[in-house]
Structure formats: C-alpha cells, structure tokens
C-alpha cells in the first residue's frame, strides 16, 4: 500500500459512535419507517430533509450502529427487521436471484408497461418474469460489464443462497425500496436482501414497470456494495446513493427516473458550493455519469474502470479520498477533476452542448452561480475580490462586461479540492481573485482582453477553470456578422428557421419586418440578435398569423439601435 495513502487513512478511516440522543433519534425513525407511521422525509444521520427513494441508507446505518442501541430497542428492531413472508417465489432466468411475492392481497406485484393486456389472466407473471429479466440484466450489466464482484450468498436465508427479492407495497408512495443489511461476514461486510415495491403507484417520478427496472439496478448495487466491499453508510452516504443512482442509468438509459431528483434544494445543481459529501445524494449520480462519459474515449480505460476502482479502495478508505486515489491510478486527480465536472455541469439546460459534454445535459437544471458581478457597475478590471470556498466544492463566479458591442459573459469556476478538510467537517478556505484586461504579474491569460489571478494561503487546494460567451475561455471564436441570409432559398420542407444578418448592440435585440415585393409589410416582430461564433436574427419564416408564405421573393428590413440591415430572400413553399 502506498504509505502516502496509508498516513491519510490512519488520520481520516475512523468509525464514529453516536451520542444518545441520536441513537434514540435512529431507533425512532427506524420504528416509524417500519410500522408505516413516518412523514415522506427522514432527517437523521446525515439523511436529508428530502424525498427518500431508497432506504436503504436508514436500513444499513441501523444495522451498522446495532450495537449502540439498548437492550430494548435491539429486541425492538429485530423483530421489525425480520425477512418478510410471502406465498411464492420464482428463480429467475440466469439462476442468480430468487422473487418472492404474494399472488393475491396488498402485496400483489402489478407493474403497468405499454400495450399490457389487462384481461390477460397471466398478467402477473408476466410482470413477474419482466421483472425477473430487469435483475438479470442489472446483475449482468453490473458483475460481467463494469466487473464489480456478485453479492455475497446469504447463508441459506429465503430458501437458498441466491439474491433474495421480496415484492412489498411500501404505503408511502416515494420509497422505491430498499436493501437490508442482514448477517455480519465480518470487515464490515454483510449479507443482504431486497425489498421493493409492488406496484409503483402514488408520488413516484417513474411509474410501473420502468419503475421496477431502475430499482432493480439501483438496489442490486447496494448488495454489492454493502456485502462485497464495505457497510460504511452512516459516514459516506453520498457515494452508496450517487453510484446507485448513476447506475440506474447505465442500466437503463432510456428511463431517466434520476432526473427527477436533480432540481432538488439541497443538490448539486442549486448548492455546487457546499462540500460534495454534503449534499443531497441522488442528485450526484452526475458526477458517476461524467467519469463514464469524460473518459470514454481513453484507449487503455474507461470510467466505469475509474467507478470500479473507487469501491475497491473503499474498504480502507473514505469516499473522498476513494474518488482521489482511484483517479491517481489513472493519472487523475479530483482536484482538477471536479473543477472539470463543474465545467461540464454548466454546459446543460440552455447552455448544453450535448456533443461535448453531457449527452442528456439539455435535461439537467441551470447550475447556481456564486456571484454575479457586473465589470464597471460591480468591480473595475485590477479590483482585488475576497471570497471564500467550501471544502469539496466548486464556485460559479459570473463577470459581465456590456461595455463592448457585443457583450462578454465570463464565468470562472473555482474548485476547492481540500478532501482532508471536507471529511473533517472543516472551515471554507479565503481566496482572493482578480480579474485584469491586459498581461499583470502572475495573471493567466483565459481569453483575449482577460487574465485572472487566483491565489491563497491553501493555493494547492484551488483550481480553476473559465467559460467566455458559452465556450471554454481559450477557445471562444470571434463572433462576426453573418453577410448573407441562410439557407436560400428557404423550403418550409426541409429547413426550420432563416439566419438573417443583423448588426450587434448592447440589447442584443432588433426589429424584423419582411415584405414582399409590392411592399406589403408581411411580418413584424422584435426579435434576439443570436451572438455565438455568428450574428445574426432567426425567422421561422411564418407570418403573424402564424402562416406560411407564398413562394416568391421577399424583402427583409433589420433594425439594430441606429443600423439597418437590408437585402432580398426567397421562400419556396411546395
């Protein structure tokens, strides 16, 4: 083991007893969730004040911190932790998973998917055996694809040694399931199995069997994770929930139930300046997706490789540090990985480039910025600004210059990559950062007319990156007119819109009018000057009315403050 490592892990790799009050605080949210009296939230334990879709985060710290709790309460929670008991069960295709579930009552399995025959009198086993399809596809995708290890064998439990699935009604209508921590093979290392729900019906994001699916591959991944490498939850929950998460994507792309927790308060996108092990952890299945796709196109690894790694380094290490060293292995760090994430996570909504970035980043909320400064209003250019990081965080800092024709939009993203502070629950680290217009002492250049220079006592800890007018800062183009409109002629049949040229201004809006060629006004409308590597106005090419145009030739008039663009096009309407 590299002794560098060692050292870290003997300072940070501790388990933490609770106080009382917080073990009688466990034992009551324990009692709640099972006797189905407890609120849609669960605050306890680092589990936020938000939607839980999976609890097993509550399941596994019960059983990790089991031995903290009183004679009592142990004899409480064993007995409401007992296997449930259900009418049947079926093995499942490749032999690896046994489902239980009753074939009448509350718990009767009833997964809708399109085009079901309801009248069907197999209808169940229908759902059953797609069920049964979703697992074995999950744990092929999961043990032979990525190359995690199979879960554990569970000592006989559930009739065998096989994966264990029971089908429940889970009455609150947020939980998806569950993975139970069971027996203690010892280093920290349980046998487990799954309880899901039966039929996804009530405040899910994804419903029926689509539902299933995903939770197949979210909850077959705990049982990895907390029977092959370790049962640390209570300290590292983010890492068990975000691969989880993530995973149910690479399993099942198509479905996307993730994106229904990515706009939550406490998540990455509404809060990427708290420590990335403080936040709410579902909407953190980004980061797996971004090491998948950043890294697809290395030839000797891929970023499953990296997630892979992180959870062999678990057993010995904190999370954070996992993620650091499983990226050293490969020549990485998350130092300037994160930093690179967090430029990747302004790339999405409006600004995503999914050929670049994420390939569903069009469906991500906006990141939050830190601050938003506006040059000359604000700041000047040599004005020194103190800030201050969190530890395991990215800063979003938003420079607008309106001063220029074109207007620039500068945004530069500080990562503070202290991992030894964010596991110690440390202090944010003061920064001081200053933007300059032309070469200073120290100043890196980000982009023509700007240089910034970053600095701090923990300067090692800091990396920074810069997005000029949507493009990385280096490789911003330099916008110019468009001389000609495009595409000519128009045909409402094979194109969607009319690049019109237009003169910039600091409004970024002009005034179209078209006419035809007796000077009939045949459309007015005020509309954005589109400012990337080109400048120009688009047109859909419809009237006000929101008709199409006769073929012929047409005459565009575009007004920017006190320049006039004008010239001819020509409409082809089949």
């Known amino acids: 083991m590299n002794k560098i490592k060692l050292a870290i892990a003997l300072i940070v790799f501790f388990t933490v007893n609770l106080s009382a009050q917080d073990i009688d605080s466990l034992f009551n949210a324990a009692v709640k969730w099972k006797t189905h009296t407890h609120a849609n939230v669960i605050q306890i334990m680092g589990i936020d004040d938000h939607p839980e879709k999976c609890k097993t985060g509550l399941a596994a ?50 997964y809708k998917f399109e085009g079901m025959n309801e009248s069907d009198p197999n209808l169940m086993f229908v759902m059953i055996d797609s069920l049964a399809a979703a697992f074995d596809h999950s744990y092929d995708f999961e043990v032979n694809t990525m190359g995690f290890l199979s879960p554990p064998p569970d000592n006989g439990m559930g009739g065998d040694d096989l994966v264990d699935v029971y089908i429940v009604n889970q009455p609150d209508g947020i939980t998806y399931g569950y993975t139970q921590p069971e027996d203690n093979l010892g280093n920290d290392k349980w046998s487990t199995y799954i309880v899901m729900d039966n039929d996804f019906e009530g405040s899910y994001y994804t419903e029926g069997l689509a539902a299933a699916q995903v939770t197949a ?3 077959l991944h705990h049982t990895i994770q907390i029977g092959r490498y370790v049962n640390r939850y209570s300290e590292d929950k983010f890492l068990y929930e975000l691969t989880s998460t993530a995973m149910e994507d690479f399993v099942y792309t198509d479905v996307n139930d993730y994106l229904g927790y990515m706009n939550q308060s406490y998540g990455y996108f509404k809060r990427p300046h708290e420590p990335m092990n403080k936040l709410y952890v579902y909407s953190l299945a980004v980061w797996n ?157 980000l982009a023509d007319g700007y240089y910034s220079l970053l600095s701090s006592v923990s300067d090692s800890f800091l990396k920074e990156c810069n997005i000029l007018n949507n493009y990385p800062a280096g490789e911003a183009p330099n916008r110019t007119e468009i001389e000609f409109v495009y595409p000519q002629p128009f045909n409402y049949s094979k194109h969607m819109d009319l690049h019109i040229p237009v003169t ?37 090419g419809f009237d006000n009315m929101g008709g199409k145009l006769p073929t012929g030739v047409y005459i565009y008039v575009a007004k920017s403050a006190d320049t006039v663009n004008k010239g001819k096009l020509v409409i082809y309407n089949e």
Do not use: C
């Open 61 to 110: 710290t019960v059983k990790e911190k089991f031995d903290e709790f009183s004679p009592e309460q142990q004899r409480i929670l064993s007995s409401l932790l007992t296997r449930p008991t259900l009418d049947t069960s079926i093995v499942t295709p490749s032999g690896k998973i046994r489902i239980h579930f009753d074939i009448s009552g509350s718990n009767k399995p009833f």
């Open 217 to 219: 591959a979210h909850e």
């Open 289 to 445: 997706i971004y090491l998948k796709e950043r890294f697809a196109g290395e030839s000797s690894f891929n970023g499953y490789d990296v997630i892979l790694r992180t959870w062999e380094l678990m057993p010995n290490y904190r999370a954070l540090e996992s993620i650091d060293f499983a990226l050293n292995d490969f020549g990485y760090s998350f130092q300037s990985e994160y930093n690179n994430f967090g430029m990747w996570t302004y790339f999405t909504n409006n600004h995503a480039k999914p050929d670049l970035y994420f390939s569903e980043g069009e469906n991500y909320p906006t990141v939050n910025k830190l601050v938003e400064y506006e040059l000359y209003r604000d700041i000047v250019f040599g004005e020194q600004i103190t800030l201050s990081a969190k530890p395991a965080s990215n800063n979003f800092l938003v420079f607008s210059d309106d001063t220029k024709l074109l207007p620039d939009t500068l945004v530069s993203v500080i990562t503070n990559g202290d991992i030894s502070s964010a596991l110690s629950g440390g202090t944010s680290a003061s920064y001081y950062y200053t933007l300059y217009n032309t070469p200073s002492e120290g100043a890196v250049k």
């Open 504 to 540: 910039p201004n600091k409004d970024l809006s002009a005034e179209l009018n078209i006419y035809n060629v007796n000077m009939n006004l045949m459309y007015s409308s005020t509309h954005e000057i589109i400012a990337g590597e080109k400048v120009f106005l688009k047109w859909n």
